[in-house]
């Protein structure tokens, strides 16, 4: 988790902090219309969304619609940063939107933020011009980071939904240094492919099983699934492994139920992900994917 909340608060640093009037990271200007002006003073319970790469379009839209944002509250951080103290640098904007966000979602949502879900908490800050005449006020907001940092489209508000990390089936992750990044089409080089969502609790309704519990039934599952995602294909021929989401009791208690299965590739010497291209439904009536990587078993 923290790792993705630091790569979001950076991408937020660099491109989205700044307020309606004031300057983006990059050097550029924000339109003072009503709409961003509005947008920057949104109270709790609105949503944010904007298309352009400098977030000059940037306006309060309603929380049915895709949106980036939802603001969870609006906080004063004038009693550390007086009116004569300087800016704080960006690694001191991430400590002060965990230390002063993190408990303001769990009250707004009405329920425990699930730490290893997909909503992250955030915060728009005000601009350097604003700063310099005082205003102090930070909006904290969830989003919704891919592994990679890409902010994803979130339709409806957090409390109605599942906070689980999960993805579409048909959803392929990009390869990042090994790992796993942000949705990517499914003919470029990737790490995962997701085939199937499943959700725990239709199967375990007795309270949060094992992960071990998780791993033996979802054996199954995913199994079974993956045939009827991509019907017929042999995962050991095309040298790639199933495995999937195993789910933490934090998230459990957060009603985090929902688990993805996933087809991948490791590296011969298992030191991380191999690429795989091409959706395995197109592989499985086509040729093997381009990677050179064993199988191994899934799980995890």
């Known amino acids: 988790m923290a790792g993705v909340f630091v790569g979001a608060v950076l991408a937020l640093s660099l491109s989205v902090a700044f307020s309606w009037g004031g300057g983006a990271a990059g050097g550029g200007k924000v339109e003072e219309s009503p709409e961003v002006k509005a947008a920057f003073h949104a109270a709790a319970g609105s949503c944010l969304n904007w298309t352009q790469p400098d977030v000059s379009d940037i306006k309060i839209v309603p929380c049915e619609q895709p949106h980036l944002y939802e603001v969870t509250g609006v906080v004063n951080i004038a009693d550390k ?12 904007w991430r400590d002060i939107a965990m230390e002063r966000c993190t408990d303001g979602a769990d009250q707004y949502l009405g329920k ?4 290893y879900g997909k909503f992250t908490v955030s915060a728009l800050r005000p601009g350097t011009s ?10 904290c907001v969830l989003q919704w980071a891919a592994p990679g940092g890409a902010l994803q489209p979130i339709t409806g508000t957090v409390a109605s939904q599942s906070e689980a990390a999960v ?3 048909g959803t392929c992750l990009a390869l990042m240094d090994k790992t796993v990044g942000n949705p990517v089409d499914c003919a470029q080089p ?12 239709s199967h375990f309704t007795d309270g949060y099983p094992s992960q071990d519990d998780q791993a033996k039934w979802l054996d ?8 009827g995602y991509a019907g017929g294909v042999n995962l050991a021929e095309q040298k790639l492994i199933l495995t999937w989401d195993l789910r933490e009791q934090e998230s459990w208690d957060a009603g985090s139920t929902l688990v993805n299965c996933k087809v991948g590739a490791t590296l011969p010497d298992k030191s991380g992900l191999a690429p795989v291209t091409g959706s395995i439904k197109q592989q499985a009536q086509d040729a093997p994917p381009a990677s050179s990587q064993a199988p191994a078993p899934g799980g995890g």
């Open 81 to 92: 940063y007086p009116a004569a103290a300087p800016a704080p640098t960006v690694d001191q």
């Open 112 to 115: 425990q933020l699930d730490p």
């Open 130 to 139: 604003e700063w310099a005449d005082g205003d102090r006020e930070m909006r």
């Open 167 to 169: 993805w579409e089936p």
């Open 190 to 201: 990737h790490a995962y492919e997701i085939v199937a969502t499943i959700d725990l609790k």
């Open 220 to 227: 199954t599952e995913c199994n079974r699934d993956v045939q």
